[in-house]
């Protein structure tokens, strides 16, 4: 069993690698599941035994990365906004091939409600007014923005320096307000 796992996990890497080396090559929707298979080496059996379509490659990835980092954490909660934001600011920046190819292939909107789900389950909204909604929305649209401008322009900045940069651009006594900040 544990050998079928490892082999599993080699094939996983294959095809992630092949997709992510063809999107040097060529546009994201030109690619086919044969040029994945041929140049991961594996068949589409295997393909199919674990994705059903390009997007789940970059996606499932995503999933798996963010799962191995929560369970590095089990048990350690964020304390801040802050300790959340780099957080994300370090997944972003460990995983900046995938990020990119996510983006590439337009599923940036997966992206944001990853990142969404990430966010809302640190700070849940405490003011279910109109006003606490939109103003949840509002900053986190904002941070999503941030990111998206750090992806877009090659991610020169290290994950230190764009948490600190959206921490400085968050109105915290606003944002407060509508956050349940974890004690």
Request: charged share 25%; net charge negative; hydrophobic share 40%.
């Amino acid at each position: 069993m544990e050998r079928r796992n490892e082999i599993n996990v080699l094939t996983k890497e294959c095809i992630l690698t092949a997709l992510l080396r063809l999107m040097e090559e060529k546009p994201y929707d030109n690619i086919s599941i044969t040029d994945i298979t041929t140049l991961a080496g594996v068949s589409r059996m295997a393909y199919y035994r674990n994705y059903s379509s390009k997007d789940d490659i970059l996606l499932k990835r995503l999933e798996d990365e963010e799962k191995q980092i929560i369970e590095n954490f089990s048990g350690q909660k964020a304390e801040t906004i802050k300790d959340v934001i780099y957080y994300i600011s370090n997944f972003i920046q460990d995983n900046s091939d995938v990020i990119k190819a996510v983006y590439s292939a337009n599923l940036a909107h997966k992206l944001t409600e990853m990142i969404n789900e990430r966010i809302y389950s640190y700070f849940p909204i405490s003011n279910q007014s109109a006003q606490g909604t939109y103003a949840v929305k509002f900053y986190v649209g904002a941070i999503l923005s941030v990111y998206s401008h750090w992806v877009d322009t090659g991610m020169d900045e290290p994950a230190e320096t764009v948490t600190e940069i959206i921490c400085k651009l968050i109105d915290r006594d606003n944002a407060i307000d509508f956050l349940v900040v974890p004690e």
